[in-house]
């Protein structure tokens, strides 16, 4: 899942990164959802994410989104004041899915050759995850 910032603001510090990662990890608390890889380009975000097959990609794509931004507007609130309108994310977004046989390498290299490639930053890794 690609997210665009508003306005293609570049307010993806280190530290709107870092916080960005905490949430993501309480979501993955919360919900059946593993953020395999989160990467970030200065004005948008790749979330690699594995989930269970109940959330439809829409749900899950809803659910990061105004989740992680509210709560950057919580913890960060100087990122308000570079994003007039109190919304942290485009309206659209780019997916694509994969299913259980699909190669997982050509989804990792799609995610980290994103962007201009010097200003990509992997703010989080971790395996797949087999649900029960």
Known sequence: MVCPIKYRKKVLTDKVSSELKIICKEISLRYEIEFIEIGTDGDHVHFLIQSVPTYSVTKICKMVKSLTAREIFRRLPEVTKELW???????????????????????KKYVKNQGSGLNYKKVHRQQLQLFT
């Open 85 to 107: 309108g109190s919304q942290f994310w485009t309206d659209g977004y780019f997916v694509n899915t994969v299913g259980q046989h699909g190669n997982e390498e050509v989804i």
